[in-house]
């Protein structure tokens, strides 16, 4: 049995059949924005493996970061003791959010930081008195981890999730945003006034409203106005529900501001961010709450936070994450994203005539075609392939989320296979003509 064969009939990779048909790619090693991969040769990362790897692979500075740490202790346990990659990574991550966000949970994944940041929204009404506010609202569209509560948040109807139902705690959904980072005054209070009332009738049980701010991610590659945010945020204050913003995908830089939520100017009760804090490195989230919150997330009774996971604050994945966001910031990486902005609006725009693109989302270093069916993703990745990109569609959408180092040639090879592939698609039999509304009206959008 080759290593290919043994990978394909015992190894599970995500949101596949244990014994699929396809033969992967096997990754040898990566450098900048390159894969090498042993049948494929090299090929351009357009997905930042997963939206993570935002300064490239092997990034000398992030090597010796880990390195250093590693001649030090790979992990401690952080349950009664602590550690000077924690202290100096929660020092780094209170002095870059709002002076208020000060209360930083360490975790090791994405879905874990959301699931933290629920708890902490339980505890802190039982701690207020108000144990009945125990339920959640979410968006429509949105992707907030596949746990069993984030896996509820996810959409009812088009995640990836339906077949848990009954199974799943049932939130207060929200619609979906309507799509464009610019809206019509008229879109954005009908929005808001709809939303308000839903939140108004279940104020009583709802303790906190979770999002993802400015850019929906996995649920559908959508970018919504920073007014909507900026209004959402107003009425959770007025009627008294925590905001949770799931910045797992947006943080550091994505939007083209450091954190999505600067674009409507507001601060969230809790912040949850992964993925990119490490540089996509090592596996770590954190969840970064008020302190303001904490005497009431411990309530009369001095309750401690309910959570510890194992690799709490890892060594190594601190040291990566310090690294990185020094990586980050010492760089001019808003003239980066405006640069591959730019260029990914330019590269795409032609792509409006098609009559089966039903809308193209450019926002900062990210950029989605909706079709108006389902990709054929073998066939989009087979064009990567034979152009030396790796790229990865789902449903009826084919993005890129490129790292911030990739240069001007390697986005041209990308914004040549996802062009290719928007054009070979087959445009629907009947179209609809709402859809083709909503491609006119959303322009892409920087
Ligand atoms: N929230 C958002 C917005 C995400 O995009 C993801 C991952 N795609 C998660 C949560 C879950 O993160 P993880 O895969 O690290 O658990």
Known sequence: MTDLQFDQRHLWHPYTRLHSKATLPLVERAEGCTLYTRDHGPLIDAMSSWWSVIHGYNRPELNKAIEDQLGKMAHVMFGGLTHQPAIDLGKKLVDITPPELDAVFFSDSGSVAVEVALKMAVQYWQGREKPHKRQFATLRSGYHGDTFATMSMSDPDDGMHKRFHGLLHEPIFLDAPPLGFEADDHVVADYLRKSKKNLQQNRDKVAALVLEPIMQNAGGMRVYSPEILAGLHDICKE????????????????????????????????????????????????????????????????????????????????????????????????????????????????????????????????????????????????????????????????????????????????????????????????????????????????
């Open 239 to 446: 009627l008294d529900i925590l905001l949770i913003l799931d910045e797992i995908a947006t943080g550091f830089g994505r939007t083209g501001r450091l954190f999505a939520y600067e674009w409507a100017g507001i601060c969230p009760d809790i912040l949850c961010l992964g993925k990119a804090l490490t540089g996509g490195y090592l596996s770590l989230a954190a969840t970064i709450a008020k302190s303001s919150l904490a005497p009431d997330i411990e309530g009369p009774d001095h309750a401690p936070l309910m959570h510890g996971p194992t690799f709490m604050a890892n060594p190594l994945a601190t040291a990566a994450a310090n690294a990185s966001i020094e990586l980050l910031l010492s760089s001019n990486w808003q003239q980066k994203i405006k640069n591959i902005a730019r260029q990914l609006r330019e590269g795409l725009s032609s792509l409006f005539a098609l009559p089966q693109v039903e809308a193209i989302i450019v926002k900062g270093a990210m950029a989605a075609i909706h079709l108006d069916h389902p990709v054929d993703a073998a066939r989009v990745q087979q064009i990567g392939f034979e152009h030396g990109v790796w790229i990865r569609p789902f449903r009826n959408l084919i993005y890129t989320m490129p790292p911030y180092s990739i240069s001007e040639s390697e986005l041209a090879k990308v914004i040549e296979v996802i062009t290719r592939s928007a054009r070979g698609m087959r445009p629907a039999i009947a179209l609809r003509r709402d859809n083709l509304a909503i491609a006119r009206r959303d322009k892409p959008s920087t």
